[in-house]
């Protein structure tokens, strides 16, 4: 049963073709990442998919309706985590949560700000700016906003991409860890563009294909029990195989193997 | 702390120096120009007792400046209300902007003596008309900068808008306002300016009490020492009320 629905999209800037004939579908729970090179079209593609843009062509639909401006239950954390930065971490957070409960009273928006800002590690900042955050810690504030709306689908457009390497493991267990949290399987669709983060966190992953024109790998299921640990995945032999493949289609273009590869519809 | 009061004393120098000039160009060019001395002899009255009240338009030059300012902040409050929420709408709508922009291109160079006469016209008393042309002839830059604020807004928070479904209410004061604050208060800054230089043609022109309507006065009465005095005085004051708006700006910056 299908949750989130592309179908065919396309999209060019000018006479730039994009994105080429995308067709992709989660089921409610699942946790998809789409792993690409820069500028090949993934900020293009989770825009199109969450609504916030529009395709040339194709169709997107949410639970069997067709999506129109961003999607009503769903939660975005950004590329460059675009805090407001006039706002406290609290306000930050706050401003999604008031919204997404507005028959809650102000102290509940509070309570609820403070609880996803407390699950990220920064309750004793939560009144700092973002230019008094570090990056890492932005980008904490970035991924409690995102939760705390308690989204039935997530969209995070590499959301560590600009994080030093171990920030970036610490952050990727606290997002595996927030998800499990949830109480409830969260639906995502993340954007990477790297493999090993993709294997960490996803049910399945997908490779975007250079541009211009780029489309879509099959989907690489990924089989490994949670929680997974960064180590882990260095030595597990199917962990190690798939990331092979991956890389071997990023590279080539082609896919490595076919026998291994289950494709996903 | 060095460098300031060197600043400091260099800004006396060139003062001074132009003092100098001064009291040389009226010894030896032009007679009828008062020196710096007689200048500050025929206004100390003015000047020692700034809140005396002789007549109409015999006051010290504080009453006088205080006229001068009320007039302004009507004025130039007038200028922001009007000029701010139009800045917004320029911004954030590219039909306005395409529809308004020609015209307020022709409105803005407009000088402040052909609105006054118009002013005139429209309300028949002096004092409406003076705040009519300081409103009109100050609120552009209020206008153009609020426009270019809005502009400036990254997609990346119209986007978190979207995403947070923020009602419209919400998005102006969470966003587009502090997003468009630091421009709207360079606007102002400009605007003051040019409703502080308008005062005084609209003050000569109406012959209402202020330091511009003093200055015509005085010229009328041959008292050129007088003209020389409110001359500096629209200078310090100008120069002040720069200032406070820069340090407004500088703190909203920061903050
Ligand atoms: N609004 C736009 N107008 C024109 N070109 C764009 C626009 N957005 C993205 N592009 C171009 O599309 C390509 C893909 O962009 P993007 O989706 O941001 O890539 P990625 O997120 O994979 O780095 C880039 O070459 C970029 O320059
Ligand atoms: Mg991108």
Redesign the pocket.
């Known amino acids: 049963m299908s949750y989130l629905n592309l179908t065919n999209i396309a999209k060019s ?2 006479p ?1 073709s ?1 994105l080429h004939n995308i067709s992709l579908s989660l089921a409610e729970g699942e946790f998809v990442s789409i792993v ?12 199109i998919a969450s609504g916030l ?1 529009t395709a040339d062509s194709g169709s997107v639909t949410i639970a069997g309706r067709a999506v129109n401006g961003f999607i009503e239950e769903a939660g975005m954390v950004f ?1 460059n985590y675009s805090l407001l930065p006039w706002l406290s971490a609290l306000e930050n957070v706050r401003l999604a949560v008031e919204p997404a409960f507005p028959q809650w009273t102000p102290k509940q928006h509070t309570d609820q700000a403070m609880k996803y800002l407390d699950m990220v590690g920064l309750g004793k900042a939560a009144l700092k700016t973002p230019a008094q955050l570090s990056g890492g810690m932005r980008q904490r504030v970035s991924i409690a906003r995102a939760f705390a709306a308690e989204p039935r689908i997530l969209f995070l ?2 959301p560590f991409g600009a994080l030093d390497a171990l920030t970036r493991a610490t952050l990727q267990q606290e997002l595996a860890q927030l998800c499990r949290a949830a109480g409830r399987p969260v639906t995502a669709l993340m ?1 990477t ?1 790297s493999v090993e983060e993709a294997i960490l966190l996803s049910d399945r992953i997908h490779a ?1 294909g250079r ?1 211009p024109g780029a489309t879509l790998s099959p989907g690489f299921t990924v089989d490994l029990a949670r929680p997974r640990s960064a180590g882990l995945l260095m030595h597990d032999a199917k962990a190690v195989s798939l990331r092979h493949r991956l890389a071997e289609f990023l590279t080539t273009g082609a896919v490595a193997a076919p026998a291994l590869v289950k494709e996903v519809a | 702390m060095k460098k300031s009061i060197v600043s400091i004393l260099l800004s006396f120098v060139g003062i001074f120096l132009v003092l100098g000039l001064w009291a040389a160009i009226s010894a030896n060019v032009a007679p009828d120009l008062p020196s710096p001395l007689r200048t500050w002899e025929e206004s100390r009255l003015y000047i020692m007792e700034p809140w005396q009240k002789r007549g109409e338009m015999d006051q010290g030059i504080g009453l006088m400046t205080a006229y001068s300012l009320l007039r302004v902040a009507k004025g130039f409050a007038l200028a922001l209300l009007i000029g701010t929420p139009l800045g917004f709408l320029l911004g954030s709508s590219p039909l306005f902007f395409r529809m308004f922009d020609p015209t307020i291109q022709i409105l803005r160079p407009i000088s402040p003596l052909a609105w006054l006469p118009l002013g005139l016209i429209l309300f028949r008393q002096s004092e409406p008309a003076a705040l009519f042309t300081i409103a009109l002839c100050s609120m552009w830059p209020t206008v153009v900068n609020t426009m270019q604020g809005v502009r400036a807004i990254p997609q990346d928070y119209h986007n978190v808008a979207k995403v947070l479904r923020l009602s419209p209410w919400r998005k102006f004061t969470k966003i587009m306002l502090p997003a468009t604050l630091p421009y709207m208060f360079s606007g102002y800054r400009l605007s003051l300016g040019i409703a502080w230089l308008v005062i005084v043609a609209a003050e000569m022109l109406t012959g209402t009490p202020g330091v511009g309507g003093f200055l015509w006065q005085e010229y009328n009465s041959l008292i050129y020492s007088h003209i020389l005095l409110c001359i500096l005085t629209i200078g310090i004051v100008g120069f002040i009320l720069n200032r406070l708006m820069g340090f407004a700006e500088t703190r909203l910056r920061a903050a």
Do not use: Y
């Open positions: 800037f000018g730039r994009i690409g090179a820069s500028a090949s079209g993934k900020t293009t593609l989770v825009k843009a590329q457009d590499e954007i563009n975007l541009g």
